[in-house]
């Protein structure tokens, strides 16, 4: 460990336990010295001054190794557009954040750990800078898009489908950020739930979560005809260019990647032998199933397998994803693709290594740690360092 990393980590460590304190000081310093920046910011702050210090925890962690680090600020600068945030702000926020470090770190502040913070934070601020740039020239911070279907699939379940004003291209397995109306300069994350279409047009299954102010306004309060903004599609959980046969494991609203690139495998003219596993807690949480029925009739090499866990009026499969998955037969020669709630990605994962699935032959979106974001859904991390 260089010494500056291991200075910012040990006085990192006295801020952490009073996170919530140190990110309400950090907001009164930024906005008092620059108001104009409240703008740029949700209306309410509670849930973004979690997000705030989750952020500066992950990249304090993250000195150590500078290839993750490097990923992880390009991806945090590229989020950083759809907010309006300039390179002009940085200078800002970082005056603000080693004021906020100063504070609560007391006594163990000194000339030594000041000038530690000041050159990570500019390191930081660099790569954020970069990356946004760079992305700049090939693509907009945001799109707007029309919401062309609503379709209520259960009480707190719809799937909607938008339509772009401008194009959007994106890969099978990505995920976009998506702002409402109702919420302005709050932004989410949802996987898209289709292959691209010669329309333009993508769908997002969106379950309504407590506390989950876009996930609720998406499920609730729109309607067709209703503008809502897009942020750049990004995520790693693409198809594979591989005739190789196919696991996939959905759980929830976890689906909608995996469709996606079912969709797009199955539109590539291979042929592969593709098991999907869809899973849910109760059976009326079964939202897609007609369409899979359908895609399974046109595709038989496709065969789908709802399973419900909590139901005990469920006359199909009962279980817990992970354990029907090894109980139905071993994987070592499949492509697995693995999407839903954080613990079943995380139990499904370490069973398929355990059973000799090669490690790069396993897709889900980040690491397993990184899932289970408001949509149900995996995502970069919803994390801020500004907005």
């Known amino acids: 460990m260089s010494p500056n990393a291991r200075l910012v980590k040990e006085s990192f460590s006295l801020v952490e336990p009073v996170a919530g304190k140190a990110a309400a000081y950090f907001h009164g310093r930024l906005f008092a010295e620059h108001p104009s920046l409240r703008a740029l910011f949700p209306a309410t702050m509670g849930i973004h001054d979690d997000r705030v210090f989750e952020a500066l925890a992950t990249i304090v962690r993250m000195l150590d190794d500078p290839a993750g680090l490097s990923v992880f600020l390009a991806r945090l600068g590229r989020g950083h557009r759809r907010y309006g945030v300039v390179a002009e702000h940085y200078e800002a926020v970082g005056s603000a954040l080693l004021a906020t470090i100063r504070h609560f770190a007391a006594d163990a502040w ?3 750990v000041e000038a530690a913070w000041t050159e990570a934070y500019a390191m930081v601020a660099d790569a954020m800078i970069n990356a946004a740039r760079a992305e700049a020239r090939t693509r907009p911070p945001w799109w707007l898009a029309e919401v062309v279907g609503h379709e209520l699939r259960a009480p707190d379940i719809a799937v909607v489908t938008l339509r772009p004003a ?4 994106f890969t099978p397995g990505q995920h976009v950020t998506v702002q409402t109306p109702r919420w302005p300069r709050v932004w989410r994350p949802f996987s898209i739930a289709n292959a691209p279409r010669e329309d333009g047009t993508l769908c997002l299954h969106v379950r309504a979560v407590p506390g989950g102010w876009v996930s609720s306004a998406l499920v609730r309060h729109t309607r067709v005809g209703d503008q809502v903004m897009l942020g750049p599609p990004s995520g790693t959980m693409t198809p594979a260019d591989t005739d190789r046969d ?3 494991v959905a759980g929830g609203t976890g689906l909608a990647p995996i469709k996606a690139v079912i969709e797009h495998v199955i539109g590539s003219g291979r042929r592969p032998r593709i098991h999907l596993l869809f899973g849910a807690r ?3 949480d079964l939202y897609d199933l007609p369409d899979l029925a359908r895609m399974a009739s046109d595709f038989p090499r496709l065969r789908v397998l709802p399973v419900v866990s909590d139901d005990p009026g469920f006359s199909g499969t009962r279980g817990r994803l992970p354990e029907i998955m090894e109980r139905l037969e071993s994987w070592p020669d499949h492509e697995a693709y693995v999407c839903g709630p954080a613990a079943m990605v995380n139990e499904a994962v370490r069973r398929l290594r355990t059973a000799g699935v090669p490690p790069s032959r396993i897709h889900c979106d980040g690491t397993p ?14 994390v801020s360092l500004t907005p």
């Open 369 to 382: 740690g990184d899932l289970g974001h408001p949509s149900g859904t995996p995502g970069a991390p919803a």
């Open 246 to 248: 196919m696991l996939c």
């Open 110 to 112: 000194t000339s030594e």
């Open 166 to 169: 401008q194009r959007l291209d």
């Open 282 to 284: 109760h059976a009326g």
